[in-house]
């Protein structure tokens, strides 16, 4: 019997200690590692809070987890904010090393008496280790808490604990931290708080939902004038400040954002999807933001009988390349565009890439006189036909490269990017980095020089910049903890410092925009800036972009429901906005003039020929890219006093303008078919005398005197076309090659 009681004991110890050693191993098992320092670096959200370059929040983040926005060091919190939450919380927490075990037993001994739990004696380190370490709530969670709560204080001091703690408690509606809650209950920070309200926070934390004071302050009342008694008692407050507490009332003021910036907040985030944690801090100033915010919207409020809905603002700082103002008409409103960021969504520029081809064509020899014909230009459309105009649908003959951008004329443009080739400036929009330009060359056609592609006002903005800074094109920056553009590569030259300067000059010079513009109006600005517009077809985009030595900006103006506007053109809706918005930015700073490059030379030339201006010819002063000067006197006004006229000597070039080759005519069935007819237009040298015309081999008329048209009667078929132009009797004529057409 002995034998047997001493091996049932020895089995029963056994059995014990393989318990405890298994109970060890899975305590062990689920005890979980600490960081090493108490400060959240993984939030369960990527959004976080995003500020502006002075810390003001633009975006309010409450799904992170963990509060990564508002956190305070300890030293910053009020101490009376602190005594509270301890002596409601966990008063022993300076004398315990992680479990209050006489808190524990007290709270169970409650519990008994009420036959339900209705205290859970947790210490402040232990709903520490709740919130890193979340589990389901059960009698084994609590142990492994109490176990985690112990190696936490071995870890770390009590500041350390209580500090992480009071910035992420959680309090009603997904704020984190007394900070948070001090804004979202009052709209203030905590420093600003009374004793009231500061105890107010100490009570909520027990239970942050039924305890909210949106739903019912009352709640609160009998837990806070306990507190209130408790601290009295402790010494922490006076007895003067208990009767202040018995007096002081709530008054509610939920938390706003001091300016809305949602567009952009969202397209930053969307733009660093690998963030970790902390504020993003961003390039926006609030100020800027704010006031070119009710700027846009006075001037769409404005223009709403004239059907315009949308508009957005991007501003720019020239010297850091960093955006200041990101704004959308209605920035916060319900409108049906309101949530589409138009600063973002591709549109048809018009003319405000005219300036990039000039720059282009500078690049390639061109100057500032180079004279293009502005004259009626139609050209074929497979088998059609499409005839450019002027958006005054005036010409003006021979006119400079310079008063060409100035005035923004279609046909010198159209000329222009014949001859760079479309493939050529799409490749060097690319390079200025407009990205939505995706399709191929042949897709968009010449037509890309009137901003036929679709372009965005952020890329428009960017490309701009590059011409203010000295044709250095640099990718614009959104935040500022990200490391530098420079050294990562990211600049790169698109055009020279005298190119970009040319341009400069020209698009700032009020003379060079006199013809259609006018030399004064609200395009000549203050500083001087340099400006251009731009305008869609059917009125359904309208631009303005400009720039000065310190800032670039840009409006647009539509419906990003696409629908036209009534007649509002860049220089008549979004140039008011861009005027003001530089006034505003100017406002009490140092100004000065737009970047010149040294070594741009000037000579006087004569604005018919380009060439140096002889005693005959106009002057006008023009600016060169050093090596681009004309070198010989003006050879038309030579010519002219040689031959005794003001005329040119004549080149022998002739060819048919219409019909273009492959032409379709198609008969209109609401004219009578004798009355139908199509003009044969010649484009002739100076000095003609005759033109005949002949249809199919056989002579159908003739044209004399200043007319190079003849109307031919429609006939029906397959058709060829030739002109024989004579200039004198002792020149031989000149005949163009045939031109097929049809008509049907």
Same mark, same amino acid.
């Given at each position: ?86 002596? @409601? ?11 209050? +075990? ?78 948070? !809650? ?91 999807? $690998? @963030? ?20 846009? =919207?006075?001037?769409?409020? =404005? ?55 000039? @720059?282009? !064509? ?6 500032? @006189?180079?004279?293009? $014909? ?32 100035? $005035? ?287 249809? =199919? ?44 057409? +049809?008509?049907?």
């Amino acid at each position: 019997m002995e034998r047997l009681r001493r091996k049932r004991c020895t089995v029963l110890a056994i059995a014990g200690i393989g318990s405890i050693v298994t109970l060890c191993v899975l305590v062990a098992a689920s005890l979980k590692p600490f960081p090493e320092s108490l400060t959240p670096a993984s939030p369960v959200s990527k959004k976080r809070q995003v500020v502006d370059r002075s810390g003001h929040p633009l975006s309010y983040t409450f799904s992170t987890g963990f509060n990564l926005s508002d956190e305070r060091p300890l030293h910053r919190i009020p101490q009376l904010l602190r005594d509270a939450f301890i002596e @409601a919380e966990d008063k022993r927490f300076y004398h315990h090393l992680g479990v209050d +075990w006489r808190a524990r037993l007290h709270a169970m001994w409650q519990n008994c008496k009420a036959l339900q739990v209705v205290r859970g004696a947790s210490t402040i380190s232990e709903q520490v280790v709740r919130m890193l370490h979340p589990r389901p709530r059960s009698l084994w969670a609590r142990a492994l808490e109490g176990i985690e709560a112990w190696i936490l204080e071995s870890r770390f001091s009590k500041q350390e604990i209580l500090e992480f703690y009071l910035n992420q408690v959680p309090f009603a509606a997904g704020r984190r931290g007394v900070a948070q !809650a001090a804004r979202y209950f009052w709209d203030r920070d905590l420093e600003t708080l009374n004793e009231r309200e500061q105890l107010a926070l100490a009570v909520m934390v027990r239970a942050p939902e039924r305890l909210d004071l949106y739903k019912d302050p009352s709640r609160v009342n009998r837990g806070l004038v306990h507190l209130a008694n408790r601290l009295r008692d402790t010494g922490s407050i006076t007895p003067e400040q208990r009767e202040a507490i018995e007096s002081q009332a709530f008054t509610l003021s939920q938390g706003s954002l001091p300016v809305r910036a949602d567009h952009f907040v969202r397209h930053l985030q969307g733009s660093l999807p $690998n @963030a970790q944690s902390g504020k993003i801090w961003s390039t926006i100033d609030s100020h800027a933001q704010r006031t070119v915010q009710k700027i846009l =919207d006075s001037r769409i409020s =404005d223009l709403s009988a004239k059907g315009v809905s949308d508009g957005a603002v991007l501003v720019v700082n020239n010297r850091t390349a960093e955006v200041l103002a990101w704004v959308n008409a209605g920035e916060f409103g319900s409108t049906e565009g309101s949530q589409i960021d138009a600063i973002t969504t591709p549109r048809q520029p018009g003319s405000a890439l005219k300036p990039l081809l000039y @720059a282009l !064509a500078l690049s390639r020899g061109w100057t500032a @006189a180079t004279v293009l $014909n502005d004259a009626p230009l139609s050209e074929a459309v497979g088998a059609g036909l499409h005839t450019y105009r002027n958006y005054s649908r005036f010409h003006y003959g021979d006119i400079s490269l310079r008063e060409a951008l100035g $005035n923004s004329l279609n046909i010198p443009a159209i000329k222009t990017i014949h001859h760079l080739g479309t493939h050529e400036f799409l490749h060097f929009l690319k390079q200025c980095g407009f990205t939505s330009l995706n399709k191929p060359a042949d897709f968009y056609g010449e037509g890309l020089a009137l901003g036929n592609g679709e372009v965005t006002l952020f890329e428009l903005v960017q490309a701009y910049a590059a011409l203010a800074h000295k044709g250095v094109w640099r990718p614009l920056q959104i935040t500022r903890n990200i490391e530098d553009a420079h050294e990562q590569g990211y600049y790169r030259a698109v055009i020279s410092p005298e190119v970009s300067s040319l341009v400069s000059d020209i698009l700032s010079d009020p003379q060079a925009r006199r013809r259609e513009f006018g030399s004064d109006g609200l395009l000549r600005l203050p500083v001087e800036t340099a400006i251009k517009t731009g305008t869609s077809s059917d009125y359904r985009d309208a631009w303005a972009i400009g720039y000065s030595e310190a800032f670039t900006v840009g409006v647009w103006m539509g419906n990003l429901n696409r629908s036209s506007m009534n007649e509002i053109s860049g220089a008549r809706g979004p140039t008011l906005v861009l005027r003001s918005v530089f006034a505003e930015l100017q406002r009490g700073q140092e100004t000065r003039s737009l970047y010149r490059a040294p070594s741009l030379i000037h000579r006087s030339v004569c604005p018919i020929s380009g060439e140096l201006a002889s005693e005959r010819c106009p002057h006008v002063e023009e600016t060169f890219v050093s090596g681009t000067e004309p070198t010989s006197l003006c050879s038309k006004h030579r010519q002219s006093a040689d031959h005794g006229t003001d005329a040119p000597q004549p080149e022998d070039v002739v060819r048919i303008v219409m019909p273009t080759p492959g032409l379709n005519v198609a008969r209109d069935p609401r004219i009578p078919d004798h009355l139908e007819a199509l003009p044969l237009e010649v484009e002739t040298p100076s000095g003609f005398t005759r033109i005949e015309w002949l249809v =199919d081999d056989r002579e159908v008329g003739t044209s004399s005197g200043p007319s190079r048209r003849h109307l031919w009667p429609l006939v029906s078929g397959h058709h060829t076309v030739r002109a024989r132009v004579t200039r004198d009797s002792d020149s031989p004529p000149l005949e163009t090659p045939p031109i097929g057409f +049809w008509v049907r």
